[in-house]
C-alpha cells in the first residue's frame, strides 16, 4: 500500500529557527549569522564592528566553537556580553542551540545579536539559526576561487566581506575576479571589502549594518 | 551535507508515518531531493542500511528522485534547467531577472507499507 507523506525533511530545524526568529523580531533585534573558515576574522570583525558602533547600540555575542571559550572570553574582555556554546563535535551551529542560547540574555535590551558560526564554509550554511541576514567572510591568503568550491555558503549570503585587504600586495587574490565568481551564484550580493586590522573599508560595512539596525527598532 | 542525520530524520518520518497507518513493515521510502541539496546518494544508501537494521523498515529501498534546478526567465518568458552556476543567467536570452522554480526541495513524498 502507499503512503503519500509530503513532508520536509529538515523542518525540524526549520520550524525552530522561524521561532526563534518570531523572538527576535518581538524585541527590536538585529541578528547576524556570520559564517567562514577558521581564521579569516569572524571574532576580529565582531570586536571591530563593536569598537565603531561605539555605545549607539546594545550588543549581544553567541560564540559557537567545537570546543574551548577563547573566543567568548576576548569578546568578553571588551566589556560585550557574549555566551560560548561548544557543539562537542558538531561542524556547525543549528537553531535549537541558539534557542537555548538566548536564555542567558535579556532580549529587550539588546539591538544587535552577532552569533560567530563555528569556522567552517561548508556545513554553517544548511542551517537556518533565525538569523535576520547572513554574513560572511572572505579572506585575502584564502585566495579568490572559493565560492567555485563553496558553492552553497557564497549563494546565501546577503554581505559578503572580504577582509585582509591590507595583504591584496601579498598574493593574487584579484577582488574583480571574486565579483565574477560570487555574481553568477548570487548577484544581489553585497561585497565589501575591508581590513579588520588597519580599519579601512569599515565605513561601508558600518552604514550597512546601522541601516539595518534603524529599520529594526 | 549531513548524511547520517538526514537519512535519520527521513527514517523518522517514515516510521512515524508507517505507524499512524498501523504498518507491520516498509518497503520502500520515496524521497524528493533538489540539485540544490547537493545530496551523496551512495552516502545516503550506505547510512540507510546502517540505521534501519533491527526498524520495521529494516531491508526497505530509499528511493532518491533529484529534481534538477529549473528557472523561469522574467525577460523571455522560457523555463531552462540549469547549473547552479548558470542560475542568474537565461540560457535563451542571457537575462538575469530569473525565479527558481525547482531545486531547493527536500522530502519524504510517499512510503509503501504492508
Known amino acids: 500500500m502507499d503512503i503519500k507523506v509530503l513532508q520536509n525533511i529538515l523542518a525540524a530545524n526549520e520550524n525552530l529557527a522561524r521561532e526563534n526568529a518570531k523572538l527576535f523580531k518581538d524585541n527590536g533585534i538585529f541578528v547576524i549569522n556570520l559564517m567562514a573558515s577558521p581564521g579569516s576574522g569572524k571574532t576580529s570583525f565582531i570586536l571591530k564592528t563593536a569598537e565603531r558602533l561605539g555605545n549607539k547600540y546594545n550588543m549581544a555575542v553567541i560564540e559557537g566553537d567545537i570546543a574551548s571559550k577563547i573566543d567568548s572570553e576576548k569578546i568578553k574582555a571588551h ?4 555566551v560560548q556554546i561548544n557543539t562537542g563535535g558538531a561542524c556547525h551551529l543549528e537553531a535549537n542551540m541558539i534557542k537555548k542560547a538566548i536564555n542567558h540574555f535579556d532580549l529587550e535590551a539588546i539591538n544587535l545579536l ?26 585575502v591568503p584564502e585566495g579568490d576561487d572559493k565560492p567555485y568550491k563553496y558553492p552553497s555558503i557564497f549563494r546565501d549570503c546577503s554581505v559578503l566581506i572580504v577582509n585582509k585587504v591590507d595583504m591584496i600586495g601579498l598574493s593574487d587574490f584579484s577582488i574583480d575576479r571574486l565579483k565574477v565568481a560570487v555574481y553568477k551564484l548570487n ?14 573599508g569599515f565605513d561601508v560595512w558600518i552604514a550597512w549594518l546601522e541601516e539595518n539596525l534603524e529599520y529594526c527598532r | 551535507m549531513h548524511e547520517l542525520g538526514l537519512t535519520q ?11 499512524r497507518n498501523k504498518a507491520s513493515k516498509i518497503l520502500k521510502i520515496n524521497v ?32 532518491i528522485e533529484h529534481i534538477p534546478i529549473r528557472i523561469y526567465c522574467l525577460a523571455c518568458g522560457v523555463n531552462s534547467e540549469v547549473s547552479e552556476f548558470e542560475i542568474y543567467s537565461c540560457p535563451k536570452c542571457g537575462g538575469s531577472e530569473v525565479e527558481i522554480v525547482s531545486g531547493r526541495e527536500f522530502f519524504v513524498d510517499s512510503i509503501e507499507i504492508e
Open chain 2, 9 to 19: 530524520s527521513i527514517l523518522d518520518i517514515a516510521i512515524e508515518h508507517a505507524n
Open chain 1, 79 to 82: 566589556g560585550i556580553q557574549s
Open chain 1, 114 to 139: 552577532m552569533i560567530e558560526n563555528v569556522g567552517n564554509l561548508v556545513c554553517p550554511s544548511d542551517f537556518n539559526l533565525g538569523e535576520s541576514a547572513r554574513v560572511v567572510i572572505l579572506s
Open chain 2, 32 to 63: 524528493r531531493a533538489g540539485r540544490m541539496i547537493a545530496l551523496v546518494d551512495e552516502s545516503m544508501q550506505f547510512f540507510f542500511k546502517y540505521l534501519t537494521g533491527g526498524t520495521i523498515a529494516e531491508g526497505a529501498d530509499l528511493v
Open chain 1, 187 to 200: 548577484p544581489d550580493v553585497n561585497i565589501i571589502p575591508l581590513s579588520c586590522r588597519t580599519g579601512e
